[in-house]
């Protein structure tokens, strides 16, 4: 059973204290991005930029978190979970993306969700290289660029699957029933294209991408996205539709009726 | 036949000409990068954002041009080529990656290649989201981000194909044929990723990314990379080892010998 919440800080301060968990992991994932790893080096086992880089993002955030707020609990992607029957629970990615941070595209970021019981309070998206956060909490979702005021977020509405943007990350991470289903969907809509990560659904949430359809992802891949997603308009869930939160086969879209159009090309077949 | 060169600017100062040229498209193009369009205004044939940024920012950079260097030529993709016989030619590609470019990932480029003859003398990828500079020329290659320094960029050598991470901007790009021989490659690398456009060269140029192989490419997708590539330590030919300056199927390795080996890959079959 869940622990009961003594005293439930506010959104706002939540949210705050997400920015700064964020910061921390800016510095270490920065630290060691872009940096060539020589192949000597690679060879004996040596230095590895993602795992350094993700090692580090994780222990500064839980090192925050256990000081700030020892009451919750984390569950994160490098050293699994602490506190687990806490009411409020962080859920962390600190490098969704680590092909693309070792290719050297910006296009990764560190995942910091939050999760009251199963639901997901606040999540935020953070590319500490061109210092992008994108968040979703009670009050809305927000873009930010370095110290440019926020700008809420609103997913694109109103147009048709024929006219959708379709994204996934990778056609390697589909099983072959999955990337047919994948391609029922492509075939409906304008244009697929892959690569993206975690930027994907915030560039959803923006209103510039339709439908991003994944399979394998884990909670830490999704919780903090669902949010920003949810707040600006848009709708995700499994390939059954059911709650996203627990990871899967995770299908996110724009526009709600676009969304029940793509859960039913994913089923078919 | 062309025109004789009655007075040839030293390459320092095409460069800076060329820099200049990457400011006037910066604006042109960020005036339009991430301004969502409506529904009803996409219906009307209204605002498109990649053709207004691309038509825009060509307009500026030959509008510099023909001001500062009425006697050089010019390529370019929206507007066609102007003073084709001149010694010196600009070969203009406004947004290379437009697809990049409607979703809203910073993965396209502005790119400004110079030909002499038949020979790139310089070339440089303008990213102007992520305020980075890739350039190359006799000087050799570089990379700058907003006012930082120039560093120079070298390509990862050394490694084996086993090792190596392949990429290329989407699998649409191939006739099978040609995506069975990219698979080829696929296989004995240790990664293959697709997005990323003209960015994805000059990660190969700064050492993240060991061989890009792509078909269908125009003259201005690739000169101005060219010596980005060349000048950073790598080897960019056609799939039949030929130049690439005429574009068509290209494959750019970082490092000579999996140049050698990739080669054979894709002729085989």
Not at 80 to 89: K, P, V
Request: aromatic share 8%; net charge positive; proline share 4%.
């Amino acid at each position: 059973m869940r622990q009961p919440l003594v005293r439930r800080a506010s959104d706002k301060t939540l949210m705050d204290f997400a920015h700064l968990l964020a910061d921390d992991a800016s510095k270490a994932t920065l630290a060691h991005f872009r940096k060539a790893i020589d192949v000597a080096n690679k060879d004996s086992g040596g230095y590895d930029p993602v795992t350094e880089g993700d090692r580090a993002a994780e222990r500064a955030m839980v090192r925050r978190i256990t000081r700030s707020h020892p009451d919750h609990g984390v569950l994160g992607e490098e050293f699994g979970s602490r506190n687990e029957t806490a009411a409020l629970r962080w859920v962390l990615d600190p490098i969704d993306g680590t092909r693309a941070f070792i290719m050297g595209q910006p296009l990764w970021g560190t995942l910091i969700g939050l999760l009251e019981g199963d639901q997901p309070v606040l999540g935020l998206m953070s590319q500490p290289f061109t210092e992008e956060r994108f968040w979703g909490t009670s009050a809305g979702a927000f873009w930010r660029r370095g110290t440019a005021p926020a700008r809420r977020l609103k997913t694109r509405t109103g147009g048709k699957l024929a006219d959708a943007i379709l994204t996934a990350t990778t056609p390697d991470m589909f099983t072959s029933a999955d990337f047919a289903a994948f391609n029922r969907v492509g075939a409906a809509a304008r244009m697929t294209r892959f690569g993206g990560d975690c930027y994907n659904y915030c560039l959803l949430a923006a209103g510039f991408i339709d439908v991003v359809a994944e399979t394998g992802l884990k909670p830490y891949d999704i919780v903090a996205l669902i949010p920003i997603i949810e707040k600006a308009g848009g709708v995700v869930t499994t390939w059954d539709g059911k709650p996203a939160t627990s990871g899967g086969r995770i299908v996110a879209c724009g526009d709600k009726r676009v969304h029940d159009e793509v859960l039913k090309l994913l089923a078919r077949g």
